[in-house]
């Protein structure tokens, strides 16, 4: 009985900070690349009259695919 009272507790955090820092920026990152591969592909049904957010990079493909 005694050895259990004599276990300190653990005090402060449990998770390291910068562990957590790069699963939120990694999420950050993957939602806004996602964003940008979605508004650059072909509109579906009912978004193809919609404007392009002035945000959002217009990216070009290869001649060499469209064919």
Same mark, same amino acid.
């Given at each position: 009985?005694?050895?259990?009272?004599?276990?300190? !507790?653990?005090t402060g955090?449990?998770? +390291?900070?910068?562990?957590?820092?790069?699963?939120?920026?990694?999420? %950050?990152?993957? @939602?806004?690349?996602?964003?940008? !591969?979605?508004?650059?592909?072909?509109? +579906?049904?009912?978004?193809?009259?919609?404007?392009?957010?002035?945000? %959002?990079p217009e @990216?070009?493909?290869?001649?060499?695919?469209e064919s």
């Open positions: 009985m005694q050895f259990l009272m004599d276990v300190p !507790a653990k955090l449990q998770f +390291p900070t910068a562990f957590t820092a790069v699963y939120v920026v990694g999420f %950050i990152a993957a @939602v806004a690349i996602g964003s940008i !591969a979605w508004y650059n592909s072909k509109r +579906p049904a009912g978004w193809e009259d919609k404007e392009r957010p002035a945000i %959002i @990216v070009k493909a290869d001649e060499s695919q």
